[in-house]
């Protein structure tokens, strides 16, 4: 599955991850340490599996089997530690929130707050270093003030006391947003939709291969974590956030982009700029007046123009196979008629996250309150078609904004919702990487300037798939296979923007909190002339908690609840660098719209020197400024 937009259960098993934060590496057996291996990109460290007899959704509840399986995570992750030199913040939070996890499982609260500190200490994002173990920190004393036989009702009256004392003590302008967030998941929360989630995903896949790898492991222990220990205080935790929020109410982040914004007006009389939308198909209805036309092909399910796309009147499209089809949105099928009880859900899911107390959000939060576990899968695909049926459509709206010259070519190419999803084979790899290449150079036969690429892929994309479809007699040999698979996408897709020079192309960094070097997303962790990468910050210029960072990400832009159209012309607030990317591809077709002569690198080069040079605690970027980019191309076209 691609990251570049997160369905439910994805962003459950990482919330689940983030209940159990950690940090600290463990000492080394030895007396005497040895030097370690140094690890330089994620593929690099050992694959962890784990046998499984039985359905993970029964084996979960029993806490012999949890603390089995914790007990054989924690020696792994450890025998890691000791013998790996890991440089990678992420992968060390990672590790070290398994660590965690394990720590609350068996009890051992000194261990547990110590790693919350070591967590604190490799979080460069200064909202997330401040609310790190916010929740975990007033269960342990709580627990301690208490005694482990208290009273449960005392026990929940300590933990909320201990919660509101330290979160009345968060500067509110950096937490906000992470409070809310926090909020609006924990309420979503339930032990059916946790149950869910394993049946979806977990139980499937077990079934195939007979074990657990190191990340259904992990997030196995945290489920039985949020189960035990977490869902029990749901109602405090939500009340004391609620308390805060309302508290603060008057106190609101400031929106810097209204401030920022450039307007392009018809009356100046500038020359259209080709943009291409490369992402999950667009509703061309809503942009009548601005779309790219292909002169020689006709709607009439023929290859008119004889270039071997069918139909490709406003684009080009391919399904799940890498295989040409035609419709520039993808249809929905059987979906059609709850696509818009699906759009009011994803809505609400949104809603919840942002703490918006909305019509949507309610019903969304009594749809699942009513859901069995059984009933998850059906809602979480359905999420996922949703929410990748509305993602080019949301793109190309930021893209236009504001540019009455900006003319859209979609280039749709579908993503997976499936729980069980295509596998991605060496041959599905060897068809991809040939759909990037020709896909670019259709945009470079009809004049394409900037082509947005909102979207990402990971090794890992390809390991899971072969997983879940029982590929491969072992987790070394579907790690083979995938390495084989990505080696091919990422030759083709590095091959093909590479023999674009005329052409800027623009994607977004990746929405896993990690390096995109280390972890070799594409094409985030390209190095190229013409490719610019762009990070999320939100309303007040400050990294959102998930952006994706690293030596490749250049600048970056508004990702924070961006409002555009969704597929039938409503409009709808959406997070993640997925937003943030169209707002640079955005920047750079007005710039060309001024100035038709303006080359790719040109381009980036104004981009970065009307961007803003900004601090937040340890980590430094450029924050686009759109009004000071012109500014430069204007007065300053020398510099």
């Avoid at 709580?142 to 968060?170: I, N, S």
């Avoid at 029990?232 to 603060?248: D, F, G, M, T, W």
């Avoid at 089809?325 to 059987?334: A, C, H, K, M, S």
Wanted: aromatic share 6%.
């Amino acid at each position: 599955m691609d990251r570049r937009f997160r369905t439910l259960w994805i962003m459950t098993v990482a919330c689940l991850a983030a209940a159990a934060w950690v940090i600290g590496p463990a000492a080394a057996a030895e007396d005497q340490p040895r030097a370690k291996t140094k690890i330089t990109k994620l593929d690099d460290l050992p694959q962890h599996t784990y046998p499984v007899k039985g359905k993970v959704s029964e084996l979960v509840k029993s806490a012999e089997w949890i603390a089995e399986l914790g007990k054989k995570v924690r020696a792994n992750v450890e025998a890691d530690l000791a013998k790996y030199e890991i440089d990678d913040a992420t992968t060390l939070q990672e590790m070290y929130g398994k660590l965690l996890a394990i720590d609350l499982l068996e009890g051992k609260y000194d261990a547990a707050i110590n790693r919350i500190e070591q967590i604190r200490v490799l979080e460069d994002k200064e909202a997330k270093k401040l609310t790190t173990g916010l929740s975990t920190l007033p269960m342990i004393a709580a627990r301690r003030e208490v005694g482990p036989d208290a009273d449960e009702a005392k026990y929940k009256q300590a933990f909320r006391r201990h919660l509101t004392d330290r979160v009345a003590k968060l500067p509110w302008d950096i937490v906000q947003d992470d409070i809310q967030e926090g909020k609006g998941r924990m309420e979503i929360f339930s032990e059916n939709l946790l149950m869910g989630v394993i049946q979806a995903r977990i139980d499937p896949v077990v079934a195939q291969t007979g074990e657990l790898n190191a990340d259904q492991a992990a997030s196995v222990l945290g489920i039985h974590l949020m189960l035990t220990q977490r869902l029990p205080l749901k109602n405090e935790l939500v009340a004391v956030y609620q308390e805060a929020i309302n508290a603060n109410k008057e106190e609101v982040k400031p929106d810097i982009w209204a401030a920022r914004a450039v307007q392009l007006h018809a009356n100046q009389n500038l020359k259209p700029v080709l943009v291409a939308v490369w992402d999950s198909g667009v509703d061309i209805e809503l942009f009548k007046d601005r779309l790219f036309v292909n002169p020689d092909e006709k709607l009439d399910g023929k290859d008119t123009d004889g270039n071997g796309y069918v139909d490709d009147v406003h684009g080009i499209a391919y399904d799940i196979h890498a295989k040409r089809t035609t419709r520039v949105l993808r249809p929905l099928g059987d979906a059609a008629e709850r696509m818009p009880q699906i759009m009011n859900h994803m809505k609400g899911f949104m809603d919840s996250l942002a703490a918006v107390d909305s019509p949507e959000a309610t019903a969304l939060k009594k749809h699942l309150a009513g859901l069995a576990p059984a009933d998850f899968k059906g809602f979480m695909e359905d999420l996922g078609l949703c929410g990748g049926y509305a993602h080019g459509t949301h793109v190309a709206g930021i893209i236009a904004e504001g540019n009455p010259f900006a003319r859209l070519l979609v280039a749709r190419h579908s993503y997976d919702y499936h729980m069980i999803p295509v596998a991605r084979t060496v041959e599905w790899g060897t068809r991809d990487a040939a759909k990037c290449r020709d896909m670019v150079e259709y945009l470079k036969r009809h004049g394409v300037r900037v082509v947005n690429m909102s979207w990402g892929e990971a090794q890992q994309d390809a390991e899971d798939s072969l997983e879940a479809n029982g590929i491969g007699t072992d987790a070394e040999e579907r790690r083979e296979i995938a390495r084989k698979v990505f080696a091919l996408q990422k030759e083709g897709l590095y091959e093909a923007i590479k023999n674009a020079p005329n052409i800027l192309f623009v994607c977004a960094a990746g929405n896993a909190d990690n390096d995109v070097e280390f972890d070799e997303y594409i094409p985030s962790s390209f190095e190229l002339p013409n490719l610019l990468t762009v990070g999320a910050v939100d309303q007040a210029g400050d990294p959102t908690s998930f952006t994706s960072s690293g030596r490749t990400v250049q600048v970056y832009a508004n990702g924070f609840e961006v409002d555009s159209y969704v597929p039938g012309g409503k409009r709808m607030k959406m997070s993640g660098t997925s937003m943030a990317s169209p707002n640079v591809a955005n920047l750079a077709a007005k710039l060309l719209a001024l100035n038709p002569k303006l080359s790719p690198m040109e381009v980036i080069s104004l981009i970065k020197k009307g961007a803003d040079k900004k601090r937040v605690g340890s980590t430094q970027f450029l924050l686009a400024n759109p009004k000071r980019t012109i500014e430069v191309l204007y007065y300053h076209p020398g510099d």
